[in-house]
C-alpha cells in the first residue's frame, strides 16, 4: 500500500499482486467408480484411467455411452482380468487414449482393438520397469505379485497368458508420486518401492482370497514407509459397495488394521463417484 499526498488530500493506493502460475498450488483430481477403476486429471488437465471396468461393474456410475472422442488421454491395465483391465480397448477405440501395459498383455489387445474401430498403435507396450510419458506426466510399471490370465474371446475354457500382473508409479506434473500397487499379495517389493519411489499416495488392494486381506495391506503400508518421510495418504481399491462377496475385505477393516500398527497415514476410504484433491 502507497500513501501519497497531493494538496490537503491523502489517495491511497492498493497494489495487488498475483502469483505467477508457477507458483499457484496445484493438485491432482482423483475419482473412484468402483473396484480398481480409478480416474485420474493431472494439473495440466491430462486424463488417466486405470483398469477401467464399466460392463458388468455394479458400482460404475457410467455406461460405455458416457465416453467420446478426446475424453482419456492414458489407461493402465494391471492385469488381463476382466475387473481389471476391464473395457480399456473399447474406451481406447473410442477416446483415442493410449494404453501402456505390460507387453503380453498388450500384445493381446492389439489383437483385438481393430475390431472397435481403434488402432494397434494406441496400444504402448512395455515390461516391468518399463516407462512412458503423456505430457509431462510420466508413468513406470513395477511388478504386482498376482496372475494376468485372458479369457479367449471365443468363450472356450482356460486363460491366454497375459504377462505378469503390474502396478505403477506415476509422477504428476508437480512432483506428486502415486502409486497404483494392482492386485498384489504381500510382498517385500512394496519395502522396495517406498525406498526407490517415495510415493505421497499408495493405493492398495484389500479384498483378500486372490490378493491382500486389510491386515496384511496395512503391513504393506509399513513397507511403504521404508526409508519414506512422504508417504501421507493411503487409499484402499480392490473392493466392492454393490454385490460385495462375504470374503471381500473392507475399508473400514483397512482402517482398524493400519491404527493397530500406529502408522501416521491418512486413510482415504473413497466413495464411488465423489472426486478427491491430491497433494503432497
Known sequence: MYKCVLGRFFIVITVMLTLPIAMQASAVEMTFYGNQHFKFVSDE??????????????DAPMTMDSYKEGDVDLILTTSGHGDDQGNAIEIAAITGATIFTVSELGGWMQS?????????????RGGIGGRFKVGK?????I??????????VDGSSGSIYGGPASGAVITFENGLRVLMAGSTGLSMDLQLFGMRFQPHVALLPIAGRYMMHPD???????????????????????????????????PAEF???????????????????KTYTLTK
Not at 488437465?45 to 455394479?58: A, H, M, R, T, Y
Not at 506426466?137 to 510399471?141: I, T, W
Open 112 to 124: 483385438q482393438i481393430e475390431q472397435y474401430g481403434g488402432l494397434k498403435s494406441q496400444i504402448y
Open 255 to 273: 482402517e482398524a488394521e493400519i491404527k493397530k500398527l500406529g502408522l501416521n497415514v491418512d486413510v482415504l476410504s473413497p466413495v464411488v463417484g
Open 216 to 250: 496384511d495391506a496395512a503391513f504393506a503400508v509399513k513397507l511403504l514407509m521404508t526409508d519414506n518421510p512422504n508417504l501421507k495418504t493411503v487409499v484402499p481399491q480392490h473392493f466392492r459397495v454393490k454385490g460385495r462377496p462375504p470374503w471381500m475385505g473392507t
Open 45 to 58: 488437465g491430462k486424463v488417466i484411467l486405470i483398469n477401467p471396468w464399466v460392463k458388468g461393474n455394479k
Open 143 to 152: 511388478q504386482s505379485a498376482h496372475g494376468s490370465g485372458v479369457r479367449p
Open 137 to 141: 506426466v510420466s508413468v513406470q510399471l
